[in-house]
């Protein structure tokens, strides 16, 4: 239990700072530090990114877990061993599995509704949505976006969608990446005024949009001067890779529909007495083994992709945070953590592996 504990403490304090990152709310520029400083440790710990993703993480481990026992069960069904454990765990797995995949969906949906809330650009590049979308807005089924055209062909939508997940409204719209863009120019011109003070030594009560002045050190040696040519290429890097986006988020939603049709089906299978029997359900169940590794990848794909170029939403670029360490050293430790834990894998898949094809071993069970 204290093992438990601590785990999902890490992971609630790694999510908070995480979403901070999305989010970074209880916290405000202080100019004779040169740096932010939490103002509000109360608005830090209780962001609502935070809370959304904390409770959308745990449910998609649940989904995980459950998964996990069910491609275990099929795979001794279908070895014609263990019948009866297996085909208890997997009334569990199918039980609890769909719990929580319907958590995840009704979970998702408000961390869509936060996303936009406090994300907009994000939720926009997802949907591949160039222009603004007039309420209630349409969710995008299917396209491939181009971004470089500023189009999406083969748009295929679904009315409504998008607004009551994105406003929970049906007369609000939703912003398009044009407007956002023309918005983020408007934010850049500020947060120059706002670089000229400190460059000044001035005092100005007005640091919201400073980190996107930021932006230009990118493209002007002199950020105070920039061109408007200048700004313009600053405001237009504001949007992340759309089409890896778009597809990333289509399959990790396609996936979690997946395993809700696979965990509805396996409590129909058990309500009829039919799960033994049914060798395409277990088919099916084993080999949806990695699936839930491919959804939550997927998910932090979209999540921090999402949030590019930003470090820190708003405040730090992402070429701005880069480390000065030393490529090589960089290079040497990335290597070796990829050898440490791809070692870690292997051993974990072995281990694994080895406990599944002994099997179960419990004294006094008729099934051992």
Avoid at 289 to 309: D, F, T, Y
Wanted: net charge neutral.
């Amino acid at each position: 239990w204290l093992l438990a504990l601590g785990t999902n403490l890490s992971a609630l304090f790694i999510l908070i700072a995480n979403a901070w990152m999305q989010n970074p709310v209880g916290s405000k520029f202080n100019p004779d530090t040169m740096r932010m400083e939490v103002s509000n440790f109360f608005d830090v710990f209780f962001n609502p990114v935070a809370q959304v993703k904390f409770v959308h993480t745990v449910s998609a481990g649940y989904v995980t877990g459950a998964i996990f026992v069910l491609a275990i069960s099929a795979w001794f069904m279908l070895k014609q061993r263990h019948l009866e454990l297996a085909s208890r765990s997997m009334v569990i797995a199918v039980s609890f599995g769909l719990a929580s995949a319907l958590s995840v969906v009704v979970l998702g949906d408000e961390s869509g509704y936060t996303a936009g809330q406090n994300q907009k650009m994000k939720v926009a590049a997802i949907e591949a949505m160039w222009e603004t979308e007039p309420a209630p807005a349409a969710l995008t089924l299917f396209g491939i976006p181009d971004q470089e055209k500023g189009v999406t062909h083969f748009e295929v939508k679904i009315p409504w969608v998008l607004g009551l997940i994105a406003t929970r409204s049906f007369d609000q719209p939703v912003a398009g990446i044009n407007d956002l863009v023309e918005q983020t120019r408007g934010k850049i011109k500020s947060g120059v005024a706002a670089y000229k003070s400190l460059e000044n030594h001035e005092k100005t009560e007005n640091y919201d949009n400073l980190g996107y002045a930021l932006l230009l050190k990118k493209y002007a040696a002199d950020v105070g001067n920039a061109t408007p040519e200048q700004i313009d290429m600053a405001a237009k890097s504001t949007v992340p890779p759309v089409l890896g986006l778009f597809w990333s988020f289509r399959f990790m939603v396609g996936i979690g529909v997946y395993f809700i049709a696979l965990f509805v089906t396996g409590f129909y299978l058990a309500a009829k007495r039919k799960l033994v029997s049914s060798r395409r359900f277990q088919l099916a169940a084993l080999c949806s083994l990695p699936l839930p590794w491919v959804a939550s990848s997927l998910g932090w794909i979209v999540a921090e992709v999402g949030r590019q170029p930003w470090t820190i939403d708003g405040v730090l670029p992402t070429f701005l945070s880069a480390s000065s360490t030393a490529a090589t050293n960089v290079w040497f430790s990335l290597v070796g953590f990829v050898v440490f834990y791809s070692a870690l894998l292997i051993v974990d898949i072995f281990l694994i592996a080895r406990c599944v094809r002994m099997g179960p071993k419990m004294e006094g069970a008729d099934y051992a």
